[in-house]
C-alpha cells in the first residue's frame, strides 16, 4: 500500500464544539498551545483524535480558538490558531506556517550548513510534529496521532519547502505501538534511500546520522552554533566532550585543530559513531573515547589528577516530569563540581541543560553557586539558548541554556 493509499484509506475527522473554564480560556487567548482536560466544560461524546477543535469564549459564544482534538493526552486540544479572526484550517493554512517557518530559518541557511530543524512542534504552529532537514534527507517525527487526517498535504509541503529528494517518516513510541495506523517507525514514504546513514554539513564541518534507527531524527541539531563556538575556542587544546553521544563538540574541536580530544559517553555504538564523524573530517590531533557512566568516569579521572583545557558537559534532560526537578537541579550541581576539578588552569568549562522544567535562570544559578565556592577565580564570559531554527513561540517551549565559564 503506497502512502497516498494508507492516509486516504483511514482517515477523517469532524468538527467539535468546545468550551473552557475561565482558567483554560484565558491560556488560549494569550496564544498558549496547549488545553488540558481539566480546562474543558463541554465538548461533543462522540470527539475522537485528530478533530478539529473549535474553542468558543465562555460567555459570548465567540470562537477563540482553533485546535485539534486528541483523546491520548492529557493535553487535550493542541492550539493551531488563537483569537477571533477568522481563518479556515485547510491545506492553504498549514502551507503558509510552513513557508513562514521556513523564512525564520534564512540567515542560517546563508552559512555553510545544510542541516536544520524546520517545524519544531509548537513553536512554529504543528504541536506534536518535527520536522528536520539532513542535506536532501527531510525526516518527519511524529509524537501525536492528531495529524495523522492532514498528513499527505503537510508532508507534500514539507518536502517541496525543503527540496528534500527523499522524506522519511519516524514514530514517537506511542504512535509505534498504535493500532491507529499502517506506518512504521522509518518508513521511506518519499523517494530512495540508498543509505540509512546521510551524510550533512554544519558550518562546514561533516558529520553523518542515522535517519531510520537514530536517536531523535537522528541527530541533535539544537546545539549547533555551541558546537561551532566550543571548536573555535578549541585550537591546540586538551578537550572532553561530556554526554557526547556522536561527538558533535569533539567533531568540531577536532577540526579546529585541537591537540587531543576526549569523547565521553555510556554508549558504546554512539562513540563508535563520533569517531566515524571525526574521520569525515581532516584533522590532525588525537581522538579518544571513554565509554561508562559519566558521573563514574568522571569521579576516575578526578582520582586520576588529569584536567583538560575545555571541559563540555552536555547532558540529557534530567527532568522529565515536575517530580523530578528536585534530583535534576542535584544533578547540575554534582556535574558542575565535577567539571570545575576537571578544567585546568585557564580553562573553559561549558556547562548546558535540555531540561525545560528546569529554567535558565534557575540552572545558571546553580552554577553560579557551585563556581563560587569552588575557591577558583572565574567569569562567566558567554550563556547562549535556542538557535535560529528552534525558536521559541510559548515560555515550555524553551529549553535549550549553556554557560561558558573561564578559568583564571
Known amino acids: 500500500m503506497s502512502f497516498s493509499e494508507k492516509i486516504k484509506s ?33 465538548i461533543n461524546d462522540d470527539a475522537k483524535t485528530g478533530d478539529l477543535a473549535i474553542v468558543f469564549s465562555k460567555n459570548k459564544n465567540r470562537v477563540i480558538g482553533l485546535g485539534l482534538y486528541d483523546a491520548n493526552s492529557p493535553i487535550r486540544i493542541k492550539m493551531l490558531h488563537s483569537g477571533m479572526e477568522k481563518v479556515e484550517i485547510n491545506a492553504a493554512f498549514f502551507k503558509n506556517k510552513i513557508q513562514q517557518a521556513f523564512k525564520k530559518r534564512a540567515s542560517l541557511l546563508k552559512t555553510n550548513t545544510n542541516s536544520y ?19 536532501s534527507v527531510l525526516v518527519i517525527k511524529l509524537y501525536s496521532e492528531i495529524w495523522l487526517p492532514y498528513l499527505e498535504s503537510i508532508f507534500q509541503d514539507l518536502q517541496q519547502t525543503s527540496k528534500a529528494a527523499t522524506v522519511v517518516l519516524r514514530l514517537s513510541r506511542g504512535l509505534q505501538n498504535s493500532k491507529a495506523h499502517h506506518f512504521t517507525d522509518g518508513e521511506v514514504i518519499y523517494g530512495t534511500l540508498e543509505n540509512e546513514v546521510v551524510k550533512f554539513v554544519e558550518h562546514s564541518i561533516n558529520f553523518s546520522a542515522n535517519v531510520i534507527k537514530g536517536h531523535k531524527t537522528g541527530y541533535f541539531l539544537d546545539h549547533r552554533a555551541n558546537r561551532k563556538q566550543v571548536g573555535e575556542w578549541s585550537t591546540g587544546k586538551t578537550v572532553l566532550d561530556v554526554f557526547s553521544y556522536a561527538g558533535g563538540f569533539s567533531v568540531h574541536a577536532l577540526a579546529n585543530n585541537a591537540k587531543e580530544v576526549t569523547s565521553l559517553d555510556i554508549s558504546k555504538q554512539a562513540l563508535e559513531i563520533a569517531v566515524e564523524n571525526g574521520k569525515l573530517n581532516e584533522y590532525t590531533g588525537k581522538h579518544k573515547t571513554i565509554a561508562g557512566d559519566a558521573f563514574d568516569e568522571l569521579n576516575k579521572l578526578i582520582k586520576n589528577r588529569v584536567t583538560f583545557d575545555v571541559v563540555v558537559i552536555d547532558p540529557p534532560s534530567f527532568a522529565k516530569q515536575a517530580s523530578e526537578i528536585a534530583l535534576a537541579q542535584k544533578k547540575y550541581a554534582q556535574l558542575a563540581e565535577l567539571g570545575v576539578k576537571l578544567t585546568s588552569k585557564n580553562g573553559l568549562l561549558v556547562l548546558a541543560s535540555c531540561s525545560s522544567r528546569v529554567t535558565a535562570d534557575v540552572f545558571f544559578s546553580i552554577n553560579a553557586e557551585v563556581l563560587n565556592t569552588s575557591n577558583r ?28 565559564y573561564k578559568f583564571d
Request: positive net charge; contains cysteine.
Open 10 to 42: 483511514k482517515y477523517s475527522s469532524k468538527r467539535l464544539a468546545v468550551k473552557l473554564n475561565a482558567k483554560g480560556e484565558q491560556f488560549v487567548l494569550k496564544g498558549h498551545p496547549w488545553v488540558f482536560s481539566n480546562n474543558i466544560t463541554k
Open 117 to 135: 530543524r524546520l517545524i519544531f512542534g509548537e513553536n512554529d504552529g504543528f504541536p506534536g510534529l518535527i520536522a528536520d532537514v539532513y542535506a
Open 377 to 404: 577565580t572565574y567569569k562567566n564570559i558567554l550563556k547562549t539558548y535556542h538557535d535560529t531554527d528552534h525558536p521559541i513561540g510559548f515560555p515550555e517551549g524553551a529549553y535549550l541554556k549553556c554557560g561558558y
